[in-house]
């Protein structure tokens, strides 16, 4: 797909992979709507870009978003959904695990109510994570919702053909998420969790959007998950 001239929505654009994908996208031409449950924590707003207030939990609101802005040629949702559990299984609040799932339903209503705005020359991408296909100890919740994230995308694909649907998955990423860790306890943390990796670094947002932007741009990609993760799958 030519970016330039399109229209696009992004979930979760208002920060970290949503926000440098809501960035790229503005570059490359295109006329941008960047959503959050708090538009008003992006302040530096791109060129073209219109910033929106919408929970993908809330399907009445998404609704009337979409009726809004349709319609659109470019859908990616990077929106977190709510909280996520970790820690060992045998330990595990399951309430917290449950709560994680908020992600597959926030992608799940984007997907399902956004569709029908869209041309069949409309890409979908949404954002899983590498703990799906390599989970850790303590990564049990994170790791089934970003399995079933994978699994509804190549379900999904060949119910929507020729509309195309893909998945890209980060591995660590620099970004908002981890703000819990500040200065120099944050550096530390990064350290300890990358130093095995094949590129023993965070990622940075902007890496992360560039594999989202290819998986739009390319035209004969779809049901398939883009690994944008420093080797982390083999480490
Ligand atoms: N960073 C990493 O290391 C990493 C690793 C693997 C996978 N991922 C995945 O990558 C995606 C993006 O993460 P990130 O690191 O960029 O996180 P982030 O910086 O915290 O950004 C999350 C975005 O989602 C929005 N959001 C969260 N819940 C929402 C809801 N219910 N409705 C609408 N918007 C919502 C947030 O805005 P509001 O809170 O204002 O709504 C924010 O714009 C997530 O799916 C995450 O699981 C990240």
């Not at 954002?127 to 100890?137: E, F, I, L």
């Not at 703000?179 to 023993?200: C, M, V, W």
Request: net charge negative; with cysteine.
């Amino acid at each position: 797909m030519e970016i330039s001239g399109k229209k696009a929505l992004v979930f979760g654009g208002t920060s970290g992979i949503g926000l440098a994908t809501v960035q790229q996208l503005s570059d490359l031409g295109a006329e941008v709507i960047a959503i959050g449950r708090n538009p008003e924590k992006l302040t530096d707003v791109p060129a073209n870009t219109t910033v929106k207030k919408c929970d993908v939990l809330d399907r009445e609101a998404l609704q009337a978003l979409f009726a809004e802005c349709g319609p659109f040629d470019i859908l990616v949702s990077a929106a977190t959904g709510g909280g996520r559990a970790v820690g060992p299984f045998a330990e595990m609040d399951m309430d917290g695990y449950q709560a994680s799932f908020a992600k597959l339903w926030g992608y799940t209503n984007v997907v399902r109510f956004g569709l029908e705005h869209m041309p069949d020359t409309g890409s979908i991408v949404l954002v899983s994570g590498s703990p799906a296909r390599n989970c850790n100890p303590g990564q049990i919740a994170i790791s089934s919702v970003g399995g079933a994230v994978e699994a509804m995308v190549r379900g999904v694909a060949k119910e929507i053909k020729p509309k195309r649907i893909n998945a890209m998955s980060p591995g660590l990423v620099d970004t908002p998420m981890w703000s819990a860790f500040k200065g120099e306890a944050r550096d530390t943390h990064y350290i300890k969790l990358t130093q095995n990796n094949l590129i023993p670094r965070m990622g940075t947002s902007e890496e992360q959007a560039q594999g989202i932007i290819f998986l739009i741009q390319n035209d004969f990609v779809t049901g398939t998950v883009l690994d944008v993760d420093g080797g982390i799958l083999l480490s």
